[in-house]
C-alpha cells in the first residue's frame, strides 16, 4: 500500500467545508530528533524585522499593524501554539523550528486548522494568529523580532547537548541571553521546561546571572493570570506527554524581563 498522500498548506486552503482536510499524521513527517544549530542549513531569513510582512503568515490580521508577541523557539510538532492559539485569540504567536519535515508538519496543521475553523463558522479567525518559519533561532532570532517586542519566549524541553564539548550548542548560553532580552520587553516572560535535571540547573543558573532577569516562580505567574501559559508549558508539547506516559518528572524555570537600571 502507498504511504498516504498527506495535506499541504497549498491543498488545505482550496478544500470546501464538504470535503474538509484530515489534519496531518506525524508518521509522514518523522525525522531525526535534533539538528546541529552549527551546521550550514538552506534557509532563507529577512534582513530585519520591518522586512517581513506578517500578513502572509496571519492573513486574518492583514491591515492591523500587529507582529508576533509569542516566540516559541524550537516548536516541534507545535503542541504550544496549538493549545495556546484559542486562548489568546488576538495575540500572535510564531513557532521556529530547523528541522525541514518538522517544521512542514507544523505549518500543514495550521492550515487544515484554520479551514475545518472556517468551515464550521465563516468569520472563524481559529488558529489565525499561530504561524511557523523555519528559522536557526540561534543565528537569526534578531532578523524576526524586534527591540522589545515579545511579552513571551518559550524554550520547552531543548536539546541537552549532554557532552561538556557541546554545552556551547545549547539554546540557553550566555552569549544567547544578551539577544533574547533584546526582543523581550520589560515584563515579559521566558519559560523554559526540560525533563534533565542537569539542564534545568544550567539554565536556571545562566538566566540567574544575567543582570536583565530576575527569577518568577510559579504561584506568582499563576497569580498574574498566566496559569493557562504554565498549564501549556507542562503539558501541550509532545515531549511533556512522553514524560509524563514514562513517569518522568518536569523541571519548570521562568524569568521575567526587567527595566535597565
Known amino acids: 500500500m502507498g504511504k498516504r498522500k498527506r495535506t499541504t498548506a497549498a491543498t488545505a486552503t482550496t478544500t470546501t467545508s464538504s470535503d474538509l482536510p484530515l489534519l496531518p499524521q506525524k ?27 506578517w500578513s502572509v503568515h496571519y492573513p486574518a490580521f492583514s491591515g492591523t499593524g500587529k507582529a508576533p508577541e509569542f516566540a516559541d523557539v524550537g516548536c516541534g510538532f507545535g503542541g504550544l501554539l496549538i493549545a ?23 505549518q500543514d496543521r495550521i492550515a487544515a486548522l484554520r479551514v475545518t475553523g472556517q468551515a464550521d463558522d465563516p468569520d472563524s479567525t481559529s488558529y489565525q494568529n499561530v504561524s511557523i518559519v523555519r528559522a536557526n533561532a540561534m543565528k537569526f532570532l534578531p532578523n524576526y523580532f524586534s527591540k522589545n517586542s515579545l511579552s ?17 550548542a545549547r539554546i540557553i548560553s550566555p552569549t544567547l541571553l544578551a539577544e533574547y532580552a533584546y526582543v523581550l520587553r520589560p515584563g515579559g516572560i521566558v519559560y523554559t521546561i526540560t525533563d534533565v535535571k542537569d539542564l534545568h540547573d544550567w539554565m536556571r543558573v545562566h ?4 543582570p536583565l532577569f530576575e527569577p518568577v516562580d510559579e504561584e506568582t505567574l499563576r497569580s498574574e493570570g498566566k496559569g493557562p501559559i504554565i498549564d501549556a508549558v507542562y503539558t501541550s508539547t509532545e515531549e511533556g506527554k512522553k514524560v509524563e506516559r514514562n513517569g518522568g518528572e518536569k523541571w519548570l524555570a521562568c524569568f521575567r524581563r526587567i527595566e535597565c537600571h
Open 84 to 106: 495556546l492559539a484559542p486562548i489568546f485569540p488576538d495575540t500572535l504567536m510564531l513557532g521556529m523550528e530547523i528541522r525541514v519535515q518538522v517544521s512542514q508538519y507544523v
Open 27 to 53: 508518521k509522514h513527517y518523522r525525522q531525526r530528533a535534533h539538528a546541529n544549530p552549527f551546521s550550514d542549513h538552506s534557509l532563507q531569513y529577512p534582513i530585519a524585522p520591518h522586512a517581513i510582512d
Open 207 to 210: 538566566l540567574s546571572a544575567f
Open 152 to 168: 513571551a519566549l518559550f524554550f520547552l524541553f531543548p536539546d541537552p547537548h549532554f557532552k561538556s564539548r557541546k554545552h556551547k
